[in-house]
């Protein structure tokens, strides 16, 4: 190679434990996916969170969750009661996710807790967390980076970008998303 080093892959090497389970967990929960959570008719909400729960995801009550919805790693999950997953919504979760009650993660959303030192030789590989608070809602096509946190009843508008923490209650939007209101709350007509 000429030039400066900016990367080597030959260096580069999973840290000790970072998957969270065997290699053969792994593999399992990834013939399981690709299988019998992903050939599963769409009602059969109750079957997937049953084949989540098996390999140690923390799923709650009357959660909603896609076939074609992706988990990485299922032990590292928490969906939190009546939350909902949408088709094709990729949890990148090599670090912990987590989901709270009644929230929604729409279709085409990606999830990331991943990624990569770049100043590191040898790529290294880093995960933070992604918490998505009770009520909030993140709409269709959305990204959103490791380490942030969406809060109570907030809306990331579609196909937004969010690199930093999402106050409760705001609607955000864009690319990188930034805050353009606050969430309108209607009167609760089962009241």
């Not at 090599?94 to 990331?112: M, N, P, T």
Request: with cysteine.
């Amino acid at each position: 190679m000429n030039g400066p080093l900016y990367q080597d892959l030959r260096r580069f090497k999973l840290p000790d434990g970072f998957r969270g389970r065997s290699g053969l967990v792994v593999l399992g929960w990834q013939v399981v996916q690709g299988t019998l959570f992903a050939w599963s008719p769409q009602p059969l909400h109750g079957f997937r969170c049953w084949l989540l729960r098996a390999f140690g995801c923390r799923v709650g009550r009357g959660v909603v969750i896609r076939p074609s919805a992706r988990v990485t790693y299922p032990w590292k999950v928490s969906l939190g009661d009546y939350c909902w997953v949408g088709d094709r919504t990729e949890l990148y979760s090599l670090g912990e996710i987590r989901v709270g009650a009644h929230a929604v993660v729409s279709q085409d959303s990606y999830l990331c807790t991943g990624s990569h030192n770049a100043a590191s030789p040898n790529f290294a590989i880093t995960a933070l967390p992604i918490i998505v608070e009770e009520q909030a809602w993140i709409a269709a096509g959305c990204f959103v980076h490791p380490g942030v946190t969406v809060g109570r009843g907030a809306i990331v508008a579609a196909r937004s970008v969010v690199r930093q923490d999402v106050p409760p209650g705001k609607l955000v939007a864009g690319h990188p998303a930034l805050i353009i209101g606050d969430r309108s709350v209607a009167a609760d007509p089962a009241a």
